[in-house]
């Protein structure tokens, strides 16, 4: 079956980069939305975070190298991944604007080895950086999981297609 006799598929312009050809493909990826933090405080929005291995307790995430937490998240030793739900948008959206004080009017504490932990949220990890490497045009971060809770079994925040929206069971 071609593209074009698929009405699901929407071919992308003729001679598309692989940037496009990728920027275009993943909107239709829905992906679970975090805030990472850093020491600083410096923290940002990613929908970037995976787990990489249960034994050792291995995550990862990714950031822009041009983004403004980017320097930041170069020289942390440590780092927390904050998982959202569906009534944060205001709080992703904040950690994805640049220009402004991240935490400012944002409820926070400091965590083992002054890693900003958000009050709030889902759920929350803090892990220590065993691993960074520069991957084209982004900075690739794996750590080894040490502490973290869930706090409620919201319904998850998710990214798709552009825009926020809620992940609710099927059954």
């Not at 998710?158 to 297609?161: L, S």
């Not at 825009?163 to 992940?167: E, K």
């Given at each position: 079956m071609t593209a074009s006799a698929s009405p699901r598929l929407t071919p992308c312009a003729a001679g598309p980069g692989a940037a496009e050809i990728l920027r275009s493909t993943l909107r239709r990826h829905a992906a679970g939305?975090?805030?990472i933090t850093v020491p600083g405080p410096a923290g940002f929005t990613a929908t970037s975070f995976t787990s990489v291995s249960l034994r050792p307790a291995l995550v990862s995430f990714c950031v822009g190298l041009t983004a403004s937490a980017a320097p930041a998240v170069r020289t942390a030793d440590r780092f927390a991944v904050h998982l959202l739900g569906a009534r944060d948008t205001a709080l992703?959206?904040?950690f994805a604007t640049s220009g402004i004080d991240r935490f400012a009017g944002v409820a926070w504490r400091d965590g083992a080895a002054e890693v900003p932990l958000l009050d709030g949220v889902s759920a929350w990890l803090t892990a220590r950086v065993t691993s960074r490497?520069?991957?084209g045009d982004h900075l690739f971060v794996?750590?080894?999981v040490d502490d973290g809770?869930?706090?409620d079994e919201a319904a998850p925040l998710?990214?798709?297609?552009g825009?926020?929206?809620?992940?609710l069971p099927l059954a």
């Open positions: 939305v975090t805030v992703a959206d904040r490497q520069t991957l794996v750590g080894q809770t869930v706090v998710v990214h798709h297609a825009s926020f929206a809620s992940a």
